[in-house]
Every structure is written in C-alpha cells, then in structure tokens.
C-alpha cells in the first residue's frame, strides 16, 4: 500500500514539475511579447506554487489557495425576485423554529 502511495506521489510531484516548468516557459514567451504581469498577480502565482511545493505529513499541511476575485471583470447580476423571496420565506421560518 505504501508502495502505490509512493509512486501516487511521484506521479504528482513530477506532473507539478512539468506544469511549473510549463508556467515559467509561458510567462518567459509573454514577457517577449510584451505581457507584463502585474503584482498582484505574481504574488498569486507565488502563494500557488507554494502550495503545490508543499510537503503532506502530520505536522506540515498545505497553505490553502488563495480565491482572487475579479470583480471588474464580473458584473453582478439582478437577483431572482423568486430567489429573494425563497430566502425571506427560509429566514421567517428558522426564526419562527429558535
């Protein structure tokens, strides 16, 4: 069972290198091109390979990957009337249940 544990990891380990060694090539061949990549961006990508590089026993854990929001890019939707008033209806009944 180790021995499938082990080459599980080694199948891992080796598919984040080459996913790695894939990121570096692409952000070298965007800034040929003239694509920077802003700060916070890189610090993303950072903290991501971070985690990935990130050894698994029982006193080192994996950081957990940080959400980046993109809220100019997603203009919010008007909610459902429906939806609203499904969420008055569940909130009216836990507070008639307390």
Known sequence: MNKRI???VSVNRAE???KQREAEELRKAALK???QVG???EKHNEEITAAL???VNDVERIPPIPIVEELANA???PE???EVRRRQIR???RKERE
């Open 6 to 8: 082990d080459d599980t």
């Open 16 to 18: 984040i290198l080459k």
């Open 33 to 35: 091109a003239g694509i």
């Open 39 to 41: 700060a916070e961006e």
């Open 53 to 55: 590089n990130a050894v």
């Open 75 to 77: 203009p919010e939707e």
């Open 80 to 82: 459902d009337p429906l």
């Open 91 to 93: 909130e009216n009944i």
